[in-house]
């Protein structure tokens, strides 16, 4: 199964994505590559981290799962390999999951959303983002929001991290009964993805 986190900067999707990787053993973190520089302080295995000539060079050569270009650099997701039965999880923004829905109609699209614009400034300042890139993850938000709840399946809003984990974790644990009568375990036949067949565009500067 795919489950994946979006949602706007600064609503703890980074933090909470670990956390859920780090109790639920069945679960698999996909790690991105960006061709963003690495901010100070942020863990070297965070992303990675490319310059533009690789990243569009693995995009040509139908590398990627899904990608994006997002205020100016490239994210994206390379073709998923869990290991056998684990589901995956996608931390990525707006326009990767409105990419996922499109390759894999299944997958399960949950919406973070910062409990308001304050507290969402606040967590992007503290992670040592700069306040000219955080007046433009805050206008890139607002449009995120209204767009990711028609698109979304389910919407966490983040009070606290405990809570908004908790809650997503939840979804993930009944998404999987329903798709396995009751949940099924880590090392099963099931839950592997068939990458698609051709899941690049041609051009990497149109975004996908
Ligand atoms: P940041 O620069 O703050 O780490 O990430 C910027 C945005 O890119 C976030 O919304 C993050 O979730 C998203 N992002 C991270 N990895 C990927 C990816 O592989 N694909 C896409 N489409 N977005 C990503």
């Known amino acids: 199964m795919i489950f994946v986190l979006f949602g706007p900067g600064g609503a703890g999707k980074g933090t909470i994505a670990k956390q859920l990787v780090a109790r639920d053993p069945c679960l698999w973190l996909s790690r991105s590559w960006t061709t963003r520089p690495r901010r100070q302080g942020e863990p070297e295995d965070a992303y990675v ?3 533009r000539a ?3 060079s693995r995009a040509r050569g139908g590398g990627f799962f899904e990608w994006a270009e997002f205020l100016g650099n490239y994210y994206g997701t390379p073709l998923p390999t869990p290991p ?5 999880l ?9 990419r996922v829905r499109e390759l894999e109609p299944d997958a399960t699209l949950i919406l973070l959303r910062p409990p308001s614009l304050e507290v ?3 967590r ?3 992670r040592g983002d700069d306040p000219q890139h955080i007046a433009k993850r805050l206008a ?3 449009a995120e929001m209204e767009e990711g709840m028609a698109i979304a399946d389910e919407v966490v809003v983040n009070h ?9 974790a939840g979804i993930v644990d009944r998404y999987r009964s329903a798709a396995r009568e009751g949940g099924g375990s880590c090392g099963g036949t099931t839950g592997t993805v068939d990458p698609p067949s051709d899941p690049t565009p041609d051009n990497p500067t149109e975004g996908s």
């Open 54 to 56: 690789t990243f569009e």
């Open 120 to 122: 969402q400034a606040a």
């Open 49 to 51: 981290f490319v310059d």
């Open 90 to 98: 996608l931390e990525i923004d707006l326009q990767g999951a409105r």
């Open 124 to 126: 992007m300042r503290a």
């Open 160 to 168: 606290e991290i405990g809570q908004a984990t908790a809650e997503t």
């Open 84 to 88: 056998p039965g684990r589901d995956v």
């Open 140 to 142: 890139a938000g607002a």
